[in-house]
């Protein structure tokens, strides 16, 4: 299986990071965009797991506390790449948020998974492979609680990306 530990996102900051989506999908001559149900923050990517790796995730996951902690949607911006640009709805870096992925990531590492080294960089992708003229635009933040991370499976079914929750580490009230 293909994994990852990710914030999910609901509600009212789901809907507007799907609006940022459309918006850059009306500004595009072309790209990739995420399914409605896909919008999320990748805390760790793991890649491909056997049912060991999966398990070992899942202990990973386990054992992390955090407390419930709130999330602002801040930017939009994009990474140039040949072929087309992937672009993002950038996070701030608040403490809270920076403390979880990094006790994550030592968690998952201790366990043996290996990570990505480059520093975490917070953001949810609005489109890949995306050829546009239009350059980041200036957003009014917006926001939510997060009171869970999941591990999540990726795989395609019919043609399509779908991502599913298959643990959860809730939040300590």
């Known amino acids: 299986m293909r994994l990852f530990i990710s914030i999910n996102f609901n509600g009212g900051a789901r809907a507007r990071l799907l609006a940022l989506r459309d918006e850059l999908r ?3 001559e072309r790209g990739n965009f995420p399914v409605p149900e896909n919008p999320h923050l990748t805390l760790a990517f793991l890649g ?3 049912g060991k790796r999966t398990a070992a ?4 996951l386990s054992v992390v506390n955090f407390e419930p902690f709130a999330i602002v949607v801040e930017r939009v911006g994009r990474f140039k790449r040949d072929g087309g640009d992937l672009w993002w709805a950038g996070l701030r ?3 809270p948020l ?3 992925q990094r006790d994550l990531s030592d968690g998952l590492a201790a366990a043996g998974f290996t990570l990505e080294r480059r520093r ?5 992708t609005l489109g890949r492979k995306v050829v546009t003229s239009s350059t980041p635009w200036t ?3 917006f926001g939510e609680t997060v009171g869970a991370i999941d591990l999540m ?11 599913t929750a298959i643990d959860t580490r809730k939040a300590i009230l």
């Open 120 to 124: 975490f960089n917070p953001h949810v």
């Open 153 to 163: 499976k990726s795989e395609r079914i019919g043609g399509k990306l779908t991502y």
């Open 98 to 100: 920076l403390a979880l």
């Open 26 to 28: 009306g500004r595009s």
């Open 57 to 60: 995730a899942k202990s990973a």
């Open 139 to 141: 957003i009014e933040p």
């Open 48 to 50: 491909e797991c056997d």
């Open 93 to 95: 870096g608040d403490k």
